[in-house]
């Protein structure tokens, strides 16, 4: 059984890392091109390519699957199935059909539910009290192929994207463990999604990471934890931007305008937000500084009740 594994940030190495573990034959992988990070921009692998070039197995990096030269040197391998986790890439057609067993992939939602690049974001920011992965095959549509496996995950009221992510890349690999063998052996029949059920989980966009402070305490909160640890939520003090990396929701209801801020209290910064109800900033980020608790920022700065956060003020 000759595997291709295609994918690339965190959450696919467990996955890749569990066909190791159950003994198939992973003949290359294929993830997207290093990028430049950091301040210093330096060129950085993918997750998927330092796992890979640990095991010894080769790596692809097309640029465009789509392009013939690209997805030929795939179908080179001669996989007998190629599994995909979060590669970034829809493939074309016939390297869909190049593998005996097909393509399948292993996705990050409930499917038809969250179709796209970003669906634990939005689990979080929809205040889901659970999500799951599914196992389908893939087709040219994105994530509408037919479903093999699913399994849930239930969402803590305190998970963000990094906790959510994490129990939904291991539940990936041992639900991917639990379904090649049915799937070689013939024992499962894929079920067709409803297509008027999909909803869909597109990458976030940069003005998505900023907060609306008109939205409910309970929509902001689910908004800070959903942008948390990557983008980060933000909104502005005057002129400064502040990331807001942790806030609580509090009982005190405000009447003050949405992004007021209504209190100061020793653990937090107290926000109005819509509907009446308000928020307790309790960790954030100014702008060229550390990450921090708002005990730590209340130290050494000093905060005026009544400014308007979010530039609404005017």
Not at 188 to 212: C, G, H, L, V
Not at 264 to 273: F, L, N, P, R, S
Request: net charge negative; hydrophobic share 35%.
């Amino acid at each position: 059984m000759n595997i291709v594994f295609m994918g690339t940030p965190d959450f696919a190495v467990p996955i890749l890392e569990q066909l190791i573990k159950d003994g198939y034959n992973v003949v290359g992988v294929v993830t997207q091109p290093d990028k430049p990070k950091g301040r210093k921009q330096q060129l950085t692998p993918p997750p998927v390519k330092v796992a890979a070039e640990s095991y010894g197995i080769p790596v692809l990096q097309p640029t465009k699957i789509r392009e013939k030269e690209q997805y030929e040197q795939v179908i080179a391998l001669q996989p007998d199935l190629i599994v995909t986790a979060a590669f970034g890439q829809i493939l074309p057609k016939p390297l869909l059909d190049a593998p005996t067993y097909g393509c399948i992939n292993v996705h990050a939602s409930l499917l038809p539910e969250l179709r796209g690049g970003a669906p634990i974001h939005y689990a979080i920011l929809q205040g889901k009290e659970k999500t799951g992965i599914t196992i389908m095959y893939m087709v040219e549509k994105l994530d509408a192929g037919d479903i093999l496996t699913q399994v849930e995950v239930p969402i803590d009221e305190r998970d963000t994207v990094g906790t959510l992510h994490d129990k939904l890349s291991q539940a990936g690999a041992r639900l991917l463990s639990e379904t090649l063998p049915k799937l070689l052996r013939g024992d499962i029949t894929p079920m067709k999604q409803n297509d008027e059920q999909a909803t869909f989980a597109y990458n976030i966009k940069p003005e998505q990471e900023r907060i609306d402070w008109t939205k409910t305490g309970e929509d902001i909160y689910n908004h800070i934890r959903g942008m948390n640890p990557w983008p980060v939520a933000y909104t502005t003090y005057g002129e400064e931007r502040w990331k807001l990396w942790w806030g609580e929701k509090v009982r005190a209801s405000s009447q003050a305008k949405p992004g007021t801020i209504v209190a100061v209290e020793q653990d937090g910064i107290i926000v109005a937000t819509g509907n009446e109800t308000a928020i307790k900033i309790t960790e954030l980020q100014p702008a060229g500084k550390r990450k921090m608790s708002a005990t730590d920022f209340l130290r050494g700065t000093t905060i005026s009740i009544g400014t308007v956060l979010g530039g609404t003020n005017e």
